[in-house]
């Protein structure tokens, strides 16, 4: 055995202090999320429609409810995909219908997942319209407090 090398004590690969490798691991996703709500959808809608990348995208998800809505903006188009579960489907619609808003698609969906359709809709590309209309729809369509909590994932991509 070395002399220089005491296996009793902690390796070099883990930082001071720590003795087993869940001391370094980082906490659980969820936790990293910065909490964000309805008051960051203008933030979110002013970079999609600003940005000068060819196709980008905010997905909003809920980490409480079956939320998930995804919003593009590719070739000066903003449409909405919505994700609905069959309780919310009526006020989802009747908020698409105040607003003037027909569907051009309006899909079931299969499988064992929350949500029983989907729609794609498009939207006024203007950020002050589109934010009234997103924050309508989460609030009267998906019926969230003005506590919750969201998820917003940003994506850009370049036209091809």
Not at 56 to 68: A, E, K, M, N, Y
Not at 70 to 90: C, D, H, W
Not at 104 to 119: A, E, H, K
Not at 130 to 139: C, I, K, P, Q, T
Request: glycine letters at 6%.
């Amino acid at each position: 055995m070395s002399e220089f090398v005491n296996y009793q004590k902690r390796g070099i690969e883990l930082p001071l202090g720590c003795k087993d490798l869940i001391d370094v691991l980082p906490p659980p996703r969820e936790a990293r999320i910065p909490a964000e709500g309805l008051a960051h959808i203008e933030r979110y809608l002013s970079r999609l429609l600003q940005s000068p990348t060819g196709c980008r995208s905010v997905w909003i998800c809920s980490f409480t409810i079956p939320l998930h809505l995804s919003l593009v903006y590719s070739k000066g188009l903003l449409r909405a995909l919505i994700f609905l579960t069959t309780e919310r489907e009526e006020p989802v619609r009747a908020v698409l219908s105040r607003a003037g808003i027909l569907p051009t698609q309006d899909n079931i969906m299969g499988g064992d997942g929350p949500f029983s359709r989907f729609l794609l809709c498009s939207l006024p590309a203007d950020v002050a319209r589109a934010e009234r209309f997103v924050s309508e729809l989460l609030r009267s369509g998906y019926g969230l407090p003005e506590d919750v909590l969201l998820d917003f994932r940003y994506d850009e991509k370049d036209a091809n």
